[in-house]
């Protein structure tokens, strides 16, 4: 399975088509991954409502995964920029939601996050990794702030590969 994410704030064709189809139904775009399984096309388009971060009932509901799927899917036909079948599938981020744009490392800062980076990070203790985990702290500039092993860490946003939420279950 290769997966090629898109945020956001990357101006490909798919989400100059994607985006405004969310903001029609009040939902954000978060990210937007096309892979193929077992020879099929399959485009997963995740969505968030703004204040979800506040818990339980905030978040996107299956009617909102419904209705942005059915106006999604006319919008990809008619463009056509998959070009050929593809499966369409919408949903939530879930708990462990990704951090894609900058500003979702402000917006959930005070929660409880892992971070991969693309290349190796001093890690506070005189060595190198990639991977770390921790309290986020929000933003400075382009540094996302990070709160781990009793070290605060700056981590550029530009060499990060991934990231999400770590929910914790009480």
Known sequence: MSAAPTTPETSDPLTRIVEPVCAAHGVELVQVVQVTERGEAVLRVLIDREGSEAGPGSGVTLADCQAVSRDLGT????????????????????????????????????RDVKIKLSVPRADGRGGERRSFSGKLLGVDGAMVRLESEGSE?????????????????D
């Open 75 to 110: 919008a990809l036909d008619v463009h056509d920029v998959i070009g050929g079948r593809y499966r369409l599938e919408v949903s939530s981020p879930g708990v462990d939601r990704p951090l894609v744009k900058l500003s979702d490392f402000e917006r959930f800062s005070g």
């Open 153 to 169: 860490l700056q981590l550029p946003f530009a060499e990060i590969a991934r990231a999400h939420v770590v929910h914790r279950f």
